[in-house]
């Protein structure tokens, strides 16, 4: 593994000597030797498992390494304490959002310290506090009076969640900046800012840390790529090297082989038909799912895209229009209509939405349909854990038993628990939203099989992403959102990034491109008129 000759140039941030940490018997980071260097941005890529967050967690101080020597700057790290490490210049992002849900965004922002400002030494100065909150979040982009620095972080949408986060730990100027897995929450356009924010901070003579598994944006931003599988460093790699092929290669020891989607019957019927629909922020919205049919919603981040998912599954009122399923009316009160009417949801945040996570795999898998396999009101224990271990390997959750903690599995075996669930209740719509978010490539392939076969099986299956290349991949159409609206309608072999950005790019590019205009094929399904193209 050789690290590029340039790098040896610049100081060293970071060096890392046989560090390692173990949990029972199984050694999950094993790093003989490791530097990171001043003004270089660092990709780390592996499959979940793999020790990167062991990796980052130890350079930040929520992990207490085993054993080995970290120096940031020539000063030795303390281990197992986020104190030191803050001390030290480290600053992280994490995927995981540690956020203070009931304080506001200012408070959260300063959380630690004191305004810069501040005209009190000893009671809070809030009108510094939410200066100097709206002077971080316009440093990296952000519009403070859009956000509200005074609202409570949550009553705010996970992208907006994400951003505050990067800005809390930008405004730090750390030497070491960690971002794990920054962008999985995040539309294109939002995504490449913060990828810009990386680039001036390696400017400025910062190290960043990037843990992604979109594997285009860590290959577009890195200087060097660390590839890790089973705890050890398999692959370190200049950017020439970095090929897509060599970095999955590298992370799963082989080929990940991915086919187009197969299309729904001829004679498929209609699914979901939506008529009109609006909601708060939402519509008019006019959309069609055939049965076996893989729909995406794509668009920028506020477009409408997971409304659109929540107000299908009776999450979020809808205020007008109409929607049948299965050719049946259907205006649901609350997500428990939306269950009754055949309907299974997965929304993008697993762990806050979908799973209690110091519960059993038992309990989180079998919740949907307690009532089926109940014998006469009872719940016998034996029959749960039964039913429980076939919904797992039915979707091929990794796992040593039924019985031990969901939060003790990685998230793509959580996610693929949460496939297992949904799948229980045998719906005819399935609503995925951010269905990949936060898992590896491998975990990703998986998770696409599961959708395929969903399809496969009959089900209408309606997707919001905010990865393009997830949705061009998976998708038989895919529906581009505006301003709550549906602006095109673009079948597989029609939806190139660029159609896709320019619809979701709205009216600024409508005459250059007229992608609004909506006709139906032959087979009377709608795509965008080709000619116009």
């Not at 510094?128 to 005074?150: C, Q």
């Not at 931003?221 to 599988?229: A, M, N």
Request: charged share 25%.
């Amino acid at each position: 593994m050789s690290v590029p000759t340039s790098a040896h140039s610049r100081a060293v941030t970071a060096r890392l000597r046989g560090v390692h940490k173990s949990y029972g018997p199984v050694r999950v980071l094993d790093l003989p030797e490791l530097d990171l260097y001043g003004g270089e941005v660092v990709g780390v890529v592996g499959e979940n498992g793999a020790g990167k967050s062991t990796l980052i967690g130890t350079l930040a101080g929520s992990v207490h390494r085993d054993g080995g020597d970290i120096d940031i700057d020539g000063v030795p790290l303390a281990p197992g304490s986020t104190e030191a490490a803050a001390r030290l210049g480290i600053a992280m992002v994490s995927q995981e959002f540690p956020l203070v849900g009931q304080l506001s965004v200012a408070e959260n922002l300063l959380l630690g310290r004191r305004p810069r400002q501040t005209r009190r030494r000893v009671l809070l100065d809030r009108a510094a506090s939410h200066a100097e909150a709206e002077a971080m979040l316009t440093e990296i982009g952000l519009d403070p009076r859009a956000i509200g620095v005074h609202r409570e972080v949550r009553s705010l949408p996970v992208p907006t969640r994400q951003m505050i986060e990067i800005a809390k730990a930008w405004g730090r100027e750390p030497k070491l900046l960690i971002l794990d897995e920054p962008t999985s929450a995040l539309g294109p356009v939002e995504a490449e800012m913060v990828l810009g924010l990386a680039r001036q901070a390696a400017k400025r003579g910062g190290t960043v840390l990037f843990i992604g598994h979109r594997l285009d944006e860590v290959r577009a931003i890195s200087d060097r790529v660390l590839v890790l599988r089973n705890g050890r460093l398999v692959a370190d790699l200049t950017p020439e090297e970095a090929t897509e092929a060599r970095l999955i290669r590298e992370m799963v020891g082989g080929e990940i082989n991915r086919t187009q989607p197969r299309p729904p019957a001829v004679d498929a019927p209609v699914s979901l038909r939506l008529r009109a629909l609006t909601a708060d922020g939402l519509g008019p919205v006019d959309l069609e799912v055939l049965a076996g049919e893989i729909v995406g919603v794509a668009g920028l981040m506020g477009s409408g895209r997971s409304r659109l998912i929540h107000t299908v599954a009776g999450a979020q009122p809808a205020t007008g229009g109409t929607m049948t399923v299965a050719g049946a009316p259907y205006a649901p009160r609350d997500p428990g209509d939306g269950v009754a009417a055949g309907i299974a949801m997965i929304p993008e945040d697993r762990k806050e939405q979908s799973l209690v996570l110091f519960a059993p795999v038992s309990d989180n898998v079998t919740v949907s349909i307690l009532r089926r396999i109940a014998a006469h009101g009872l719940l016998r224990p034996g029959r749960q854990r039964e039913e429980a271990r076939r919904i797992a390997d039915s979707v091929h959750v990794r796992m040593q038993s039924v019985e031990q903690p969901m939060g003790s599995l990685s998230g793509g075996n959580q996610q693929r628990a949460i496939f297992g669930r949904a799948f229980a209740t045998r719906p005819r719509l399935l609503l995925l939203d951010e269905p990949t978010r936060g898992v590896d490539v491998g975990a990703k392939a998986e998770i696409y099989e599961l959708i395929d076969r969903a399809a496969a099986d009959g089900m209408a299956v309606l997707v919001a992403s905010s990865e393009l290349e997830e949705l061009q991949l998976i998708c038989h159409r895919i529906a581009v959102m505006c301003r709550g609206r549906v602006a095109a309608i673009l079948r597989h072999q029609d939806a190139t990034k660029e159609r896709i950005m320019t619809a979701a790019a709205g009216a600024a590019f409508a005459e250059a491109t007229p992608l609004t205009q909506v006709i139906p094929d032959s087979d009377g399904i709608p795509h965008t008129d080709g000619a116009a193209q």
